[in-house]
């Protein structure tokens, strides 16, 4: 595009073929992709160069994980004619590795925006007008950004409830257990989803005691019975305190020195004390202050950017993409978001309808699942076909110790199609993956049943759940 010096408010006009608001996922993937076709692009990033996922949540989390996984090998060593001698562990060296390794992701974004030419501007972008953007800079420059499209990608935040005195007690939330240099005394987590049940696990492991309580009466209450059980027994056999079924009515205290959690479970009144309160209890979208209405983009009643099956928003030229624009809260959906709109850019007609919504969760073992679950599919009445094994089923199970956990996987009645896979054990994110791509093939379970795969894999196990598909 050819660059005018309009003049707005005493300042320059920038303008670009594509104006992006936020750096997540979506964000700079298609700034890349753009910019590698030769249009004029600029990403207003406010903090996190990248966007949360790895700066502050998914692989600085996983980061932690694993460290508190390797702790865990340490506790059982003599399981594996290992005698151990005296260890310790130090989360300020645990933080060190996680900061170093978000370092390196960082400089790996600078070097893909330096290749492919895409303006990235650090500050705080607000619109002034449909597709044009204030940006208001570090050192409190102010630049006028304007494009043929805007895409809003500005993300989500945790959610911190109005419950009595828990903005006061100053809890943490995941962003502050990234960055925790001492093993809390009792740490209270606040809501069972994937993050609470994740950094629950971890810091345990890591040395510290830990209580979640969660309002619903089951972890991952949405999922089938039997994944919320095999949850629930993980929390048994690691120690982990688990309240549910709890409506918290008060908070005393502050958190990093004391906090009292008031409950009320089972119709009678309880208190929780502890070291350090985290919540972990929902999202809510970052679009608040950026003066949606002056771009004519309207918003849900929670929040959420409202979109079409492209992802154009409300206003002509501006879209949406990732968690502000409501798509499920995760970073490869958001990575997909990518693919429609930069597809719909290029003059393509992609869309959101009907995509796979795969997800794992990082406990050790791990939770995965793409499709439908038993409990989805008797709500929608569609007759299924059960497989299931226990993951000790699995020999390559047997040799690393991990045969906690089993598989399972819906088969349609009437023809051989898989409707949806469940696995809860060791590596099931990566066992998932070749039934995702048959279920997006359309392709028949024989196929898994009967293929080759390399002797011992956790893959393996696929052979023995599909040979235990029942007759049609």
Known sequence: MKEENNQYQGQATEKYDVVILGSGAAGKLISWTLGKKGMKVAVIEREYIGGACPNIACLPSKNIIHSAKVASFFRKSEEFGITKDNWKISMEDVRERKRKMVTELVDIHLEQYRDTGVDLIMGEGRFISPKTLEVTTADGTARILQGEHVVINTGTRAAIGKTPGLEAANPIT???????????????ILGGGFVGIEFAQALKRLGAEVTLIERNSKLVHNEDEDVSDALHQLFISENIGLVTGAHITSIEGFSGESVKVNFRQDGRDHVLEGSHLMVAAGRIPNTSGINLELAGVEVTSSGYIKVNERLETTAAGVWAAGECAGSPHFTHISENDFHVVADNLLGGNSITTGRQVPFCMFTDPELARIGLSEKEARKQDIPYRLAKIPFSA????????????????????????????????????AVMAPVQVAMLAGLSYTLLRDMIFPHPTMAEGLITLFSSVPDR
């Open 174 to 188: 995941h962003i502050g257990a990234l960055e925790l240099d001492k093993i809390p005394g009792h740490l209270i």
């Open 394 to 429: 699995i020999l390559r199970a047997k040799t690393i110790s991990e045969t906690q956990g089993f598989m399972k996987a819906l088969v349609d009645t009437k023809s051989d199609r898989i409707l949806g896979f469940t696995a809860f054990g060791a590596d099931a994110g």
